[in-house]
């Protein structure tokens, strides 16, 4: 095994020499992309060690489903952190702040609150009652074969949408950040994330995951430390800088639009610190809310880091600190992002890529002294292979949790009726790993492109209408029973999977398409209104639903001065292309200093929209050709039926409502039965598997 | 799966285990209540109490910003009370049980 191990070494290191002669353009400049091709190949070394050293000890399926149970809860709370804080949220959340300010910050709260519902009601009872899956606990009292069977089928297709959105956002964040192609970027990953899997199993994945989340916590602690700092570590100073910023106003004013023009500086930066930039729908918040808060305690990756501690005592303190450091680590996102806004500027941002993601890299680009120092472009690429080591990992983690569902449950559970060999079981689980990696790298090149951003929600929002009812169900109410199981199982994952290809998430062409003629054509004049009084709503239910005669709320609205017509694109363009020859024959006739560097700005300003001009009309016709003559969805719809960008909402109480009546309207001896069992060993911990000796 | 040799419909009945189970009940959906609660009071205040979010109360620092941060600080206390009262407490009462049903007291 240890020859094929270097083997693989040998061609991941071939593949990120053959990624470095690809290599096109990035945010890092191509003289230091040596540096950050060095910061990758360390920070692979290390992993590729750990994964090394794994190996000697994983051999039974114990070792390799949960890491031999040896995994202490502080090793495991950073292992959770390490799963959690994947690219999205790392990379994400702080994005969303620098260009939206507060929504972004009270956007991450979901994702710690979280935690309390699998701190009080799912990791220790799991880790008592458990062996390896999910599909063991509800096996626990429900019929196996077919428990088992819906468990897995869920866990596979939760882990595939999060893998595919993992893998998609990863290969796109690799190619802004360095230049190598996207499809050498995911064969990379999904390679390296192999290697940790197939050979290490738990015990490499955990350790890459501790290891990630340390360097990840170190680089943001050294960053905010580097923002702060300047403010003697006053709240109200640093912030005080950052509504006094002008990036900021610009961007705020951007944001509201016709809105701001009656606002002054003061008050359009201050608004950067209030509420309703992005989120603006409070329903749709609420639904994305719930989704996280149960979700969570249903992310198949994340139930099954509760089976490698070896007590339940273990299995709490590991979420303690998970929650410490997830927690924590938000909190420093407000830094994060607030100082890139203040410092990069959110324009700046939103260049290199619109989402936000590169707020975190190319602040720390800036404090280490810019873009063209050495310093700056080293803080740089540790970022970026910080950020390169999180998907890897995190995609590890979620590979193993499908591998697990497929060999475990489907194989051994369901196929071999739980008579396989230890031997045969190592194997398929081995086998099952390479069958998902390939699956994710096969779906992740063929998803290039695609708007993957609604296979996060979904991942949750399935997690939380499917498996927390099932589990919860499980475990927490006497007459739950298989029935009641498979039918909330299977119509809340559905539900959830519907309404979001229903949802405002999918690409509606018609829109589209007028977004594009817009830029293109421009925008006819809009005359003068008289204000108008609030709207009510119709009802309730055309919140949630595109339905006949619906009529949405709207505020009391201001009359409004006549707005003139707005220039397409190519006006635009001949007008700032006109302009540029007699600015620039004027500029040797300045002699005055002051104003021949006004001059010169001018010119630069003029250049730069120029350019931007340009990148907003090659968009708008690329989006023209792909969509000629589309007028629907893929299911068919001109916009959205659906309204809620989360289906949670509906998809949540339907999961328990069905468990709930499947349970009722029939009956099951042994779900009975086992109760008694079930309750008292997940309360006391009596037979619960116990770590391996090693 | 079960184990022939212990009797759990006699350890779910002993009045041991139903103190610890009442016990755990209440506290554990107390702190899920309250945790859920004052979670969902964050949206609920950023979309329809935008007025009082936007009262300055530290400098540039807001009612909003100090609300979002009192969120951790909750999520952190709630995680605390419970591992504090979980170690202190349900622990003992769990270990008391088992080693009943190991010396064989309870069968």
Redesign the interface.
């Known amino acids: 095994m240890s020859s094929m191990l270097k083997k693989l070494t040998l061609s991941v290191a071939a593949l990120s020499i053959s990624g470095a002669a690809f290599a096109g353009n990035g945010a890092v400049a191509d003289e230091f992309k040596w540096m950050t091709f060095t910061v990758f190949g360390v920070i692979i070394a290390i992993t590729m060690a750990i994964t090394f050293w794994a190996a000697r000890t994983t051999h039974t399926t114990s070792e390799f489903y949960a890491a031999g149970r040896s995994v202490s809860g502080i090793q495991n709370g950073w292992a959770i952190a390490g799963d959690y804080l994947s690219a999205a949220s790392f990379l994400g959340i702080a994005g969303l702040i620098s260009l939206y300010g507060?929504?972004g910050?009270?956007y991450s709260?979901?994702w710690?609150?979280a935690?309390?519902?699998v701190?009080?009601?799912i990791a220790e009872p799991c880790r008592n009652i458990g062996k390896y899956t999910m599909g063991d606990i509800l096996a626990?009292r429900n019929d196996p074969k077919k428990t088992k069977t819906v468990a897995a089928l869920s866990t596979i297709t939760v882990s595939t949408f999060y893998l595919t959105a993992q893998m998609v956002g990863g290969g796109v964040l690799i190619k802004t950040l360095i230049g190598i192609d996207y499809e050498i970027s995911v064969i990379g990953v999904g390679i390296l994330m192999l290697a940790y899997v197939v050979f290490g199993g738990m015990k490499a994945t955990t350790w890459v995951q501790i290891t990630k989340a340390v360097l990840l916590v170190t680089a943001s602690l050294i960053l905010v430390f580097m923002v702060w700092a300047p403010y003697g570590f006053s709240?109200?100073?640093y912030?005080?800088s950052v509504?006094a910023d002008p990036d900021v106003q610009k961007q705020v004013a951007k944001l509201l639009g016709d809105k701001a023009a009656t606002m002054t500086p003061e008050e359009l930066g201050?608004r950067f610190?209030?509420?309703?930039l992005f989120?603006k729908n409070?329903i749709d918040?609420?639904s994305l809310?719930l989704a996280l808060?149960l979700g969570t305690a249903g992310m198949p990756h994340i139930l099954m880091r509760f089976f490698t501690v070896p007590t339940a005592?273990a299995a709490?303190?590991s979420?303690?600190w998970a929650?410490?450091i997830i927690?924590g680590f938000?909190?420093l996102t407000l830094f994060l992002g607030t100082g890139a806004a203040m410092l990069v500027g959110p324009d700046k941002i939103a260049a290199v890529d619109a989402g936000g993601n590169m707020a975190g890299p190319l602040l720390a680009q800036y404090l280490g002294g810019g873009e063209n120092s050495l310093m700056g472009n080293f803080m740089l690429a540790f970022v970026a292979a910080v950020a390169f080591a999180t998907i890897v990992a995190v995609v590890a983690g979620l590979v193993l949790a499908a591998a697990s569902a497929m060999a475990h449950d489907i194989y051994v559970g369901v196929i071999r009726g739980d008579h396989a060999t230890p031997k045969e079981q190592v194997v398929a689980a081995r086998v099952a790993s390479v069958i998902v990696g390939i699956i994710a790298i096969t779906v992740g090149i063929l998803a290039k492109g695609q708007n993957v951003a609604h296979l996060v929600a979904l991942a949750f929002a399935v997690a939380a209408s499917s498996n927390l009812p099932a589990v919860f169900l499980t475990l927490y109410w006497k007459k739950c029973n298989t029935t009641g199981i498979i039918l909330g199982m299977i119509v809340g994952s559905l539900t959830a999977i519907g309404l979001v290809m229903i949802s405002p998430n999918m690409t509606y062409p018609k829109a589209v398409i007028a977004g594009a003629n817009k830029v293109l054509n421009g925008e006819p004049a809009v005359p003068a209104k008289e204000a108008a009084p609030a709207v009510e709503r119709s009802s309730f239910m055309c919140e949630l639903f595109a339905l006949d005669g619906c009529v949405l709320a709207k505020p009391a609205q201001p009359a409004s001065a006549e707005k003139p017509a707005k220039l397409g694109a190519a006006e635009k363009l001949a007008g700032l292309t006109a302009k540029l020859p007699t600015l620039e024959a004027a500029l040797p006739t300045i002699t005055d200093a002051v104003a021949k560097t006004a001059a010169e700005a001018d010119i630069t300003k003029v250049k730069k929209d120029i350019a931007a001009v340009e990148k907003a009309k090659a968009k708008a016709e690329a989006d023209l050709k792909k969509f000629e003559g589309q007028t629907t969805s893929i299911m068919g719809l001109e916009k959205p039926f659906f309204l809620l960008k989360n289906p949670g909402l509906i998809s949540i109480p339907l999961g328990f409502l069905l468990v709930i009546l499947g349970s009722l309207f029939t009956r099951d001896k042994r779900a009975e039965e086992?109760w008694?069992?079930l309750?008292?060993?997940q309360?006391?911990?009596?037979?619960a598997e116990a770590a391996s000796a090693h | 799966m079960s184990n022939p040799n212990i009797n759990w419909e006699a350890i779910d009945t002993n009045p041991k285990f139903q103190a610890l189970h009442r016990k755990k009940t209440v506290f554990l959906w107390g702190l899920m209540v309250i945790s859920t609660v004052y979670y969902f009071l964050l949206p609920i205040g950023a979309a329809y109490y935008q007025d009082l979010f936007k009262i300055k109360v530290w400098g540039v620092v807001n009612v909003g910003i100090l609300f979002a941060l009192s969120e951790f600080i909750v999520a952190w206390t709630i995680a605390w009370v419970y591992s504090r009262k979980a170690n202190k407490e349900f622990d003992a009462m769990a270990q008391d049980i088992i080693n009943d049903v190991n010396n064989g007291r309870m069968k």
């Open positions: 507060y929504d910050f009270m709260v979901g710690l609150v935690y309390i519902t701190l009080l009601v626990f709240l109200p100073g912030l005080g509504v201050q610190l209030e509420p309703g989120l409070p918040q609420i809310g808060v005592q709490r303190t979420v303690i929650m410490g927690g938000y909190v086992m008694d069992e309750y008292v060993r309360n006391t911990g009596i037979n």
